[in-house]
T-cell receptor
Framework: DGGITQSPKYLFRKEGQNVTLSCEQNLNHDAMYWYRQDPGQGLRLIYYSQIVNDFQKGDIAEGYSVSREKKESFPLTVTSAQKNPTAFYLC?????????????FGPGTRLTVL | QQQVKQSPQSLIVQKGGISIINCAYENTAFDYFPWYQQFPGKGPALLIAIRPDVSEKKEGRFTISFNKSAKQFSLHIMDSQPGDSATYFCAASSGTYKYIFGTGTRLKVLA
């Protein structure tokens, strides 16, 4: 089955700890994205990658970091510098990075900071 | 100018009724308007999308109406079913990867 997998589904973190969220896709998509979703708000773009070894900051990149060493993988690290990290995190991918390239979303990871 | 305003925040509709969700934008450079459907605990999935060169697009029970002069677009769900109960997001894009999402509408269809 082709698709996007995110792990873990639920993640709990103590304040001051870094945590890494996994995102893997087997769709052979070039572009990958990380979004944050908070209750009552739309999806907000954290980071974006068009190709391997390249990525750009989105609208709310502060306190987050990413890497793109493989086409299939785009892990997101939530650092201790992120002031309010509790949220639902969504990874997405698309064939290319133009408007007409539909973004496919993974099932999400719910991060809770204790 | 980059905002997409979505309303209502929540909507309750009887089975068989019509669900209508509205979105408005300011940036006239937007040229692609998708709607996403999200079930609880799941990622959003593309439902239907429209470009501004047409005023309406229909796919099954789902229709997008687009009013370019008013800078508004809406999603109509005909013959709404309990299985349509989900959160719906509109979005807008201007020729790039970047989508600006609305704040979402939580739809509940009563059996």
């Amino acid at each position: 089955d082709g698709g996007i997998t995110q792990s873990p589904k639920y993640l709990f973190r103590k304040e001051g700890q870094n945590v890494t969220l996994s995102c893997e896709q087997n769709l052979n998509h070039d572009a990958m994205y990380w979004y944050r979703q908070d209750p009552g708000q739309g999806l907000r773009l954290i980071y974006y990658s068009q190709i391997v070894n390249d990525f750009q900051k989105g609208d709310i990149a502060e306190g987050y970091s990413v890497s793109r060493e493989k086409k299939e993988s785009f892990p997101l690290t939530v650092t201790s510098a992120q002031k309010n990290p509790t949220a639902f995190y969504l990874c997405a991918s698309s064939v290319g990075s133009t408007t007409l390239a539909e973004q496919f979303f993974g099932p999400g990871t719910r991060l809770t900071v204790l | 100018q980059q905002q997409v305003k979505q309303s209502p925040q929540s909507l309750i509709v009887q089975k068989g009724g019509i669900s209508i969700i509205n979105c408005a934008y300011e940036n006239t450079a937007f040229d692609y308007f998708p709607w996403y459907q999200q079930f609880p605990g799941k990622g959003p999935a593309l439902l239907i999308a429209i470009r501004p060169d047409v005023s309406e697009k229909k796919e099954g029970r789902f229709t997008i109406s687009f009013n370019k002069s008013a800078k508004q677009f809406s999603l109509h769900i005909m013959d709404s079913q309990p299985g349509d109960s989900a959160t719906y997001f509109c979005a807008a894009s201007s020729g790039t990867y970047k989508y600006i999402f609305g704040t979402g509408t939580r739809l509940k269809v009563l059996a």
